[in-house]
């Protein structure tokens, strides 16, 4: 373990659509220090012990017994590895954070409210905050004994923030901002201590404030009746006349967008990981279930059509793990450039870290559909009992359907993701119009044999087919509406979609590729057959994208040459998935819970 | 005082395991941890040290890989450690491990040596008899408890059939721990991150080469035992067929 390389190079991001990497460039859970497994060894022992025992209660919203863990998950620090060592944290990499995130997340009712703490409730102030508030409110969030929240949506403006009705206004004496409104659906609302609200001042400049609850003039509605993650808090926060200290506004006047996006955006790699930590769980119950349950005489884990599903699982959360683990070492090599000590540590930090927005929308969007899937599928394995409350399914379905609505809607994460890549393209930062262009010239000159060799090479070949494939698109797209491409949404979300599955595919076969070289071809069978069956499920998606975009840009002669480009990028020989999937069930269901080995 | 801990890295409770080519162990490929009376064994040294101060040094024997079970002891709190490091360990017997193991402590002076009451592989629950008698130490097995006297300690073993013993000892002196007897600690992270920065001893094969000799209990082959299902009915009046099937229980499946 110790002896893989780590990528320390950096690596622009976005840059995945264009470069080829080599195994080496790319963080995998092989990778792990012996400090990482250690930690991810912590956190799952914490999550068995102290949190699975308790979850009767906190889905009852007993949520002394959730103050409780979260002062404990503090006390072993597992709250404060992304807070500076000067403010009470640990000040670790974010691959401790995503492996923490990983193995707490066994029960998402407590997951997300240990979240919501971790992430969007501390990280504003790590970020902007001022070195007193820093000092006053860090070391108590590190130690799990305040409670952080983050109070951005209102009843009229979910997706869009930034059209918030509260208001703020200057105290005459000068001291104090007078926050007036009401906001909707925040997570830990019923018992945290410190709120990141924010509020328009004078109903135009949009800042952002921290508010204590004792502070005059807040007050916590009723907790709303969930669909899921009902051992988790969400109230409305409502600001009467309430009085903030000047000291406490947070970052610039005018300037909470900046908040809001890069706190959202440094949360979703950590919501990812959750997805992954939770369909771990949700595979180990049906596993377990599909082993015991009988049906014309067999066990249910004996049919070719459940075995499927076990094995679609498995290769959700290996890809998962490929996703998530490359994007934080990616981060990490990065960050590792920026000089703690400069006074500018907080702010460099920030941007090494929206560096990498695409590949944090794209594990978010990727991750919340996936167990989305993985619970689905679990409903459908216990069938009957997967619908009645006494089994795991029920409340695994329910509590996996929030994923895709907060931090950011996934349709807004998917615009995100193509937004981003496109002003990027523009602005000549990534160059994806010269490499558009060099593929149109490509294509138009006749089919092109560019032989790899090497372990995985006919898998590599597939990722640069995705990859010209969503090149391809998007220059249909962007020739035809040029900036007006932003008005297309579907166009946007279809480009997305190829992004998505295109990072995904070249995630997982660098990952095998590298334990392939680490361990060699045999001891590698699951991870090649895992790496086998996602590119088939990809590949389709990729190629339906991509006809999407073309047949509603083209028509006629035009239309008919693109779909033969189109047919040509996307041919492959199919592999067995039949086959493979049996093979990766019947591992699944032999250690009767995910694995690689 | 100044306790030794011996720690084992073994496969992980649920790991499916697979032969080797040889079929005389299993295949390395598996996941692994601390073999888990050998926790408690920490667990109960570090109490006594925050009870009555003093050191709480770990040793293992094995691969690279074994030095995770070091790192998650020094993580938890232990102060030093020592690594017998080499793949040839991993196929010693237990008279060889404790020889090596007292060649590798001899320029050291414990106050108590705790092992955990045997390993979850092997088994065999010998390497902490044979160091004490290595040593010349007395020993005791199956510890409960543990109480520092004047003159030495009181210790309560585990007998059978819910019995237990006292037993009064001199210092120094060699235990071997019974699972579940104190609530193990977490590794925090300050403690894991700390741990990166303590003392770990590596000793080669070489350096305890001369201390060993041929092992005297060789595994000649191992297998997987073949799953049977067999059923039977015993026919006859209701208390004829208890009688029988106790004395099926008892005598054939030996489960009673
Ligand atoms: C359990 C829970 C916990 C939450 N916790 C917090 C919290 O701690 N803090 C906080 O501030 N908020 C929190 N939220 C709010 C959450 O972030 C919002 O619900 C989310 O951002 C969506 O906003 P909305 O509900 O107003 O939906 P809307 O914005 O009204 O969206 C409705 C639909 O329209 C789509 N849509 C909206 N705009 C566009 C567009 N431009 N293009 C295409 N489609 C669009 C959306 O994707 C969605 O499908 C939480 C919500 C829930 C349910």
Known sequence: MATTAIPTTKISGGSFLLDDRRPEEVFTPEDFSEQHQLIGQTAEEFAVNEILPNVEKIEHKDFSVTRDLLKKAGELGLSGVEIPEAYGGLEMDKVTAAVIADHIAKYAGFATTWGGHTGIGTLPIVYFGTEGQKKKYLPRLAAGEIVGAYALSEASSGSDAMNCRTKATLSSDGKYYILNGEKMWITNAGFADLFTVFAKIDGEKFSAFLVEKGFPGISIGAEEHKMGIRGSSTCPVILNDCKVPVENLLGEIGKGHVIAFNILNVGRFKLGAMCVGGARVAIEHSIAYAKQRKAFNKVIADFGLVREKIANMAVGIYTGESLVYRTVGMMDAALNEVDKSSPDAAKETRKAIEEYAVECSIIKVWGSEMIDYVADEMVQIYAGYGFVEEYPAERTYRDARINRIFEGTNEINRLIITGFLLKRAMSGQLPLMPAIKKLMDEVLSGPSSDELDGPLAEESKLVGQAKKLGLFAAGAATQKYMQAIQDQQEIMGAIADMTIETYAMESVVLRTQKIIQAKGENAAALPLAMTRVYLSQAMGKIEAAAKKVIAAVADGDMLRTQLAILRRLAKYEPFNVIELRQQIAQKMIERGKYGIA | ?256
């Open chain 2, 1 to 256: 005082m100044k306790i030794l801990v011996c720690m084992k890295q073994v496969p992980q409770k649920d790991a499916p395991l697979k032969l080797n080519e040889t079929a005389t162990w299993i295949r390395e490929d598996v996941s692994y941890e601390v073999n888990e009376p050998d926790a408690y064994a920490l667990e109960e040294a570090l109490r006594q040290k925050e009870k009555h101060g003093g050191e709480v040094v770990v040793i293992t024997s094995g691969p690279a890989r074994a030095q995770q079970v070091l790192r998650e002891a020094l993580a938890k709190g232990a102060d030093r450690a020592i690594h017998l490091e080499d793949n040839a360990f991993v196929g010693l017997d237990a008279f060889n491990t404790a020889r090596a193991f007292a060649a590798a402590i001899k320029d050291e002076q414990f106050d108590l040596i705790f092992t955990g009451l045997q390993s979850d592989d092997y088994g065999y629950a010998q390497v902490g008899v044979i160091l004490a008698e290595l040593l010349g130490w007395p020993h005791a097995t199956i510890i409960m408890q543990i109480e520092k006297t004047d003159a030495g300690i009181k210790v309560k073993r585990e007998l059978e059939a819910g019995f237990f013993q006292f037993v009064d000892m001199p210092l120094p002196a060699v235990l071997t721990i019974q699972s579940g007897i104190n609530k193990l600690r977490y590794a925090t992270l300050i403690g894991i991150k700390n741990a990166k920065n303590k003392p770990l001893r590596k000793v080669a094969l070489a350096d305890v080469q001369s201390a060993i000799g041929n092992n005297l209990q060789m595994i000649e082959k191992l297998y997987i035992p073949q799953k049977t299902k067999n059923t039977e009915f015993i026919e006859g009046p209701p208390a004829e067929v208890a009688k029988k099937l106790v004395e099926k229980l008892r005598n054939e499946l030996r489960v009673l």
